[in-house]
């Protein structure tokens, strides 16, 4: 394999991997938020407080998971710039 | 599908084990997703042994593909971290999670063998080990400044900023773990339920190519996320 292939393939791999993951990021983090708040209404306040709780924890999940694209967008930005530079100098290399 | 066709618990059984599962622990450390765990975990420590016992300066046959794949990797994670030292710490474990996941994924593809990482419990291990070692190098590199990762820039919101961060990494945890634990299990039952009901021969090809994909793809994905999570612990608060 060329390594402009294999650089390429890896390349792809690595942001399908992000972009699936960032999209269970954003629901698992607001399920978590939700539970969690579900569990304050009825366990720990015995189903007075229903359902404030719950609807002000799934505001903070959702929080959450918004945070959690923010990183992984902040590092899939970071990696790209670093391939476009690499990518650069390589043609200057070459002419 | 309460007992498919297994060899290790038809193996196990005929020797008078409980092999199928059940409360006693013999029977818990002895249920089909642990046999196949060691029965990974053996065929990593054997591939590794034939790689590294006559090693030579021009590499032929196993240790070729242990290079490949162990060079690639530190490539990778060393261009991940940014620094030599750093990701030489994280190194090891990544590697081993990649490999382990990789053998355990493509298990399931052979008939009379099941994927360990089927099983939740298999999975929310392997991601517990990454969160906890990850936690605990931000706050070898930061000490207890390691806090602050979690205040936001803000300092009036920082109560605000640390219960969403709560979440957001409740939200790693859980993603990590069941995005792994559901594909491959959605991908053995598709294939139970196609070998039984649309015939053994031409009908589960197609999902095979898809389980061929998915399961380097979901390896891959293990193997990505710690080392992002880890760098980010490691690096400087933003």
Known sequence: MEPETKEHLLHMLKQLSRVSYMASAMVFSTFAGVWFGYWLDMDVFHGKTHPWMTIIFFFFGLAGGIRNLFVLGGRMKKDEERRSKAIESEHEKKS | ?238
């Open chain 2, 1 to 238: 599908m309460e007992h498919p066709l297994l060899f290790l618990p038809i193996i196990l059984s005929a020797l008078g084990l409980p092999a199928y599962g059940g409360d006693s622990a013999l029977a818990q450390i002895l249920a089909p997703h642990m046999q196949y765990s060691y029965l990974a975990m053996a065929i990593c420590l054997l591939i590794a042994k034939a790689a590294t016992s006559k090693m030579r300066l021009i590499p032929k046959g196993v240790q070729n593909v242990m290079e490949m794949y162990v060079g690639g990797l530190e490539d990778f994670v060393i261009e991940q971290v940014g620094g030599r030292d750093k990701a030489m710490i994280i190194y090891p474990m990544v590697a081993t999670f990649g490999f382990l996941i990789l053998i355990s994924n493509y298990m399931g593809l052979i008939p009379g063998f099941m994927s360990p990482t089927a099983n939740l419990n298999v999975t929310l291990g392997c991601t517990l080990i990454a969160i906890v070692t990850y936690h605990a190098l931000g706050i070898r590199f930061h000490g207890w400044k390691y806090i602050k990762h979690f205040m936001g820039p803000i300092k009036v919101m920082a109560p605000f900023f640390l219960i969403v961060e709560t979440f957001s990494h409740a939200g790693r945890i859980a993603s990590l773990s069941i995005r792994l634990f559901g594909n491959m299990m959605s991908k053995e039952m598709l294939l139970g339920l196609l070998f039984t009901m649309a015939g053994p021969y031409l009908a589960p090809l197609p999902i095979m190519l898809l389980g061929v994909l998915v399961c380097l793809l979901q390896a891959f994905i293990f193997v990505v996320l710690p080392v992002t999570y880890c760098a980010e612990a490691m690096g400087d608060a933003h």
